[in-house]
T-cell receptor, first 112, second 112 residues
Framework: ETGVTQSPTHLIKTRGQQVTLRCSSQ?????VSWYQQALGQGPQFIFQ???????GRGNFPPRFSGLQFPNYSSELNVNALELDDSALYLC???????????FGEGSWLTVV | GENVEQHPSTLSVQEGDSAVIKCTYS??????FPWYKQELGKRPQLIIDIRSNVGEKKDQRIAVTLNKTAKHFSLHITETQPEDSAVYFC???????????FGKGTRLHILP
């Protein structure tokens, strides 16, 4: 177990809706990164949060947004859902000092 | 930006034989190269990693080699066992918790 917890584990949304995914980082970790893993693909970096500020972003449109809270937990919000947003969303936590990242179990999102 | 290529996409080996997965990366600034194993429906799990100041690292049946000049790195699994069947991802990043760029994965089948 990594100590990184994500919720919900599975959800189904309709195209055009909005979704919020949540992540609690491992104790002592101040950095949270989000990844999208489509079926049959490797995880793709969405963005990273450090001390409640976005600290790097991958090639994802602005309708993907996030938050980090003072307790270092994080949310990923996706607006105007598209069918291609169907994927496993992985949260990873670490300390911003060269330590290894640890993935949570992920949230499976299906957009219909 | 960084691009990671991984080969082969599928690999079948007889139980007890060795398996080798190869990756190349494009950004010479990358200095951290983790390998993840992902079983069906599960999160990626770190199995071994190597930093750019080391050419080889071994952990029991798993070893990783890095050639910085050629921008190649490889995963070697010896004495393969049925539980080694999974998808393996190579990845690269500039710092351990900077954005990690993943390859597309290798599906490893261990044949009885």
């Amino acid at each position: 177990e990594t100590g990184v917890t994500q919720s919900p584990t599975h959800l189904i949304k309709t195209r055009g809706q909005q979704v919020t995914l949540r992540c609690s980082s491992q104790s002592g970790h101040n950095t949270v990164s989000w990844y999208q893993q489509a079926l049959g693909q490797g995880p793709q970096f969405i963005f990273q949060y450090y001390r409640e500020e976005e600290n790097g972003r991958g090639n994802f449109p602005p309708r993907f947004s996030g938050l980090q809270f003072p307790n270092y937990s994080s949310e990923l919000n996706v607006n105007a859902l598209e069918l291609d947003d169907s994927a496993l969303y992985l949260c990873a936590s670490s300390r911003l000092s060269g330590n290894t990242i640890y993935f949570g179990e992920g949230s499976w999102l299906t957009v219909v | 930006g960084e691009n990671v290529e991984q080969h082969p996409s599928t690999l079948s080996v007889q139980e007890g034989d060795s398996a080798v997965i190869k990756c190349t990366y494009s950004d010479s600034a990358s200095n951290y190269f983790p390998w993840y194993k992902q079983e069906l429906g599960k999160r990626p799990q770190l199995i071994i990693d190597i930093r750019s100041n080391v050419g080889e690292k071994k952990d029991q049946r798993i070893a990783v080699t890095l050639n910085k000049t050629a921008k190649h790195f490889s995963l070697h699994i010896t004495e393969t066992q049925p539980e080694d069947s999974a998808v393996y991802f190579c990845a690269a990043s500039i710092n351990r918790d900077d954005k990690i760029i993943f390859g597309k994965g290798t599906r490893l089948h261990i044949l009885p």
